[in-house]
């Protein structure tokens, strides 16, 4: 797995799939690692070069030294593609994946060739969500990832009707939570709950795009990307029935569909 240094922090990547290929960029979620779009990166590197992203704090990528924002990771990326020697890459973003994926079609546009957005949003936290997110972020930083915020997360995570079915695979994902870096988590957690908004912004999108919605998402309901498909021009959108935030792990094979059909679709060259 490649490595490299930022000025707060290093960034570890997976690179799969031939190197003169087009290039996908994955961008995970808050709280979780590459594992959560992996049914994709696999899919996608027979075709493509997948560059496979461990956002600041999370994975294997090192906790900063300092607080960040959505506009530093948008940099991040930019970052990615030149120590991996890309001009340009399809950015497929969910939740704070997204959050990165559009402030960098926004502010590095040459470098983005089209956006998959999945669950996301283009707006500021709320007041209220802002101090509840801080405040677990605090309680993160003090005493780590504890089994109530674990719990407190599931249903933010995952629909209602996939927490009551799929027990092992909530275990398994409550067990990488809780084995979080503290100051990495926090960091993170700052930097979603503090990010700006983007709303005003969305028209200068160029890039071809795609949004992704699951109507089970408690975290960031489908209006958030409704909102984002109609303010990019030439956006399309698709909701997903029965899916909770993390749909890549909820519908692993339908989300994979649609993500790579829409890739498919542009015709890419490397």
Request: net charge negative; charged share 20%; glycine share 8%.
């Amino acid at each position: 797995m490649p490595s490299f240094d930022r000025p707060t922090c290093t960034i570890f990547y997976e690179d799969t799939g031939p190197r003169d290929a087009p290039a996908v960029v994955l961008l995970p979620s808050l709280l979780c690692d590459v594992e959560m779009f992996a049914h994709l990166a696999n899919n996608l590197a027979d075709r493509y070069r997948v560059l496979h992203v461990e956002m600041r704090g999370h994975g294997r990528s090192s906790a900063p030294t300092k607080r960040f924002t959505q506009e530093d990771q948008a940099d991040d990326v930019a970052a990615i593609l030149d120590h991996a020697g890309v001009q340009s890459a399809v950015l497929v973003g969910l939740s704070q994946g997204g959050f990165t994926a559009m402030r960098c079609a926004l502010y590095h546009p040459s470098r983005v060739r089209a956006l998959v957005l999945l669950n996301t949003s283009a707006a500021t936290e709320s007041a209220v969500n802002r101090a509840k997110y801080m405040a677990m972020a605090a309680s993160v930083l003090a005493m780590g990832v504890t089994d109530p915020i674990a719990e407190a997360v599931l249903p933010l995570m995952f629909s209602e009707g996939f927490i009551a079915s799929k027990s092992p695979v909530i275990e398994h994902w409550k067990q990488k939570w809780l084995a979080l870096d503290k100051r990495g988590a926090f960091l993170a957690v700052d930097a979603v709950a503090n990010r700006g908004d983007l709303r005003s912004l969305l028209p200068k999108i160029a890039s071809p795009t795609m949004v992704i919605s699951g109507d089970g998402d408690r975290a960031l309901p489908p209006a958030k990307g409704e909102e984002i498909a109609q303010s990019i021009p030439g956006a399309r959108y698709v909701l997903l029935e029965g899916a909770g935030h993390l749909s890549t792990v909820e519908q692993p094979e339908h989300t994979t569909s649609l993500v790579r059909g829409f890739i498919d679709g542009l015709g890419l060259s490397a």
